[in-house]
């Protein structure tokens, strides 16, 4: 839009005199006199265009999630598998870092949001898969590495799903089981099996993995509904026994962390289902 000023126009007809003949008070009459004034239009300066820069604190968790992403492929390739699933779990916390320290800092960015699903396509969908086939889904052939798709394809879809339906679905639940979830439900088995030295040469430890990758797969492509926890907010109160429930959570996990964390996203995981389940028995919407 444009700013406006006014212009004295002068006669100068009147000016034409020689300059010796006036002084400096006729000059100044001169001036005064007779001034018409007429509207000119100011155009105003081009908003300067905004800085190209990323945000640093929200990307820089993001960058540490996909490391340790990366870094569970690299161990699984070397046989660490117990250091692996552990990487898989500490991508998951810094993942969950990343998006509330965006909105506590106002630092929510475009670059943000697609970064953090490239991450966690790798952290939460490939990286699990490749650990897991490595550890025991490639004793069981083509049925081995179809079921390593099948997570992996999954976890794909679940987030561009996600990234569609961002604006559309209720932010109190996620629908079908989220990518870092289902991660972690593979992590967890493979920690488990590995911390109590359970022979993965044993028949029925590929096949629970076929069966955990394949029903992770397919669950985040479902339409079930996995609480989201992000109606939580840390910096109102809460009640005192919130507070003992955390401190509980924490005591069993320093006393076994690999099955207790593995028995929680079994629960989590079967979760939606059971939501599921109730809303068609009810018939009333859990909220």
């Known amino acids: 839009m444009s700013t406006f000023r006014r212009r004295g126009r002068i006669d100068r007809s009147r000016l034409a005199r020689t300059r010796t003949d006036r002084t400096q008070d006729e000059w100044a009459e001169d001036l005064g006199d007779e001034v018409d004034f ?19 604190l929200p990307n820089a968790f ?18 660490h598998f117990e250091i692996a699933a552990i990487a898989i779990f500490a991508s998951l916390v810094l993942d969950g870092m990343d998006g509330r320290v965006a909105r506590m800092t106002n630092t929510q960015s475009a670059f943000g949001e697609q970064y953090d699903s490239l991450a966690d396509m790798v952290s939460f969908g ?41 604006g559309v679905v209720d932010k109190k639940f996620f629908q079908g089981l989220p990518s870092p979830a289902a991660g972690a439900l593979m992590a967890g088995f493979i920690w488990l099996a590995d911390d109590n030295k359970i022979p993965v040469r044993d028949s029925a430890i590929p096949w629970i993995t076929f069966f955990l990758a394949v029903y992770a797969g397919l669950t985040m492509v479902s339409n079930a509904r996995f609480y989201s926890g992000k109606a939580l907010d840390v910096r109102y109160r809460v009640p005192f026994g919130v507070m003992v429930l955390m401190i509980l959570t924490f005591v069993l996990i320093s006393s076994n962390p690999p099955l207790t964390l593995f028995g929680l996203f079994v629960v989590y995981s079967i979760s939606g289902y059971v939501i599921w389940a109730w809303e068609r028995v009810s018939g009333r919407r859990f909220s």
């Open 38 to 56: 007429e509207v000119e239009a100011l155009h105003a300066d081009k908003p300067r265009k905004r800085s190209k820069g990323i945000y640093l």
């Open 62 to 79: 993001t960058t540490a999630a996909l490391f340790c992403g990366f870094f569970a492929i690299v161990n699984a390739m070397n046989h």
């Open 126 to 166: 490939v990286a699990p898969a490749l650990v897991a086939y490595e550890w025991a889904l490639k004793d069981l052939g083509k049925w081995g590495w179809l079921a390593a798709f099948t997570y992996c394809a999954g976890a794909a879809l679940r987030l561009a799903r996600f990234n569609v339906n961002t």
